[in-house]
């Protein structure tokens, strides 16, 4: 009798570790879902809004009386082009702090050409994070 009590215990305790082992696995499963389902998130909206710029720097076809189809780059067309490099200039990885001191540098012009309440929080935060990379370069 305490030989069969001592063998269920054990296999109590191999089918616990084992539910344990499971759940530890299934639970890493989960967190690498959660990740790709943030990964592709970020990518997605990525894509979108390089998308939505492109398609707004897209010159604006005009048709002729004569018939003909003649591309005009409107000052909107131009100003949503140039946002747009300045957009793929941020998210660029990889690059020398020269490269992204210079990016928030024209960013920050960019953004200083209106003069709203989120406009001067880009600001402050371009300031901010050309403060610390510049730290960073002195201390590293």
């Known amino acids: 009798a305490a030989a069969e009590a001592a063998a269920s215990r054990g296999e109590e305790f191999d089918q616990q570790t084992a539910l344990q082992l499971l759940l530890a696995k299934e639970t ?3 967190q690498t879902l959660d990740k790709l389902r943030v990964n592709a998130k ?6 979108h809004t390089d998308k939505a710029l492109g398609n707004m720097s897209q010159p604006k076809t005009w048709t ?23 957009y793929r ?3 660029l990885p ?3 702090l ?3 001191l210079d990016v928030l540098l024209h960013v920050k012009w960019a953004v200083k050409e209106c003069d709203t309440a989120s406009t001067r929080e880009i ?10 990379l510049n730290r960073w370069a002195v201390e590293g």
């Open 89 to 91: 200039g941020l998210t």
């Open 28 to 30: 890493r499963l989960l």
């Open 42 to 47: 970020h990518e997605n909206k990525a894509r």
């Open 98 to 100: 020269d490269e992204r």
């Open 64 to 86: 002729l009386s004569n018939g003909k189809k003649v591309l005009v780059h409107t000052p909107t067309t131009v100003r949503a082009a140039e946002l747009q490099q300045l």
């Open 94 to 96: 990889n690059l020398t």
């Open 123 to 132: 600001v402050e935060l371009i300031d901010r994070e050309a403060d610390l």
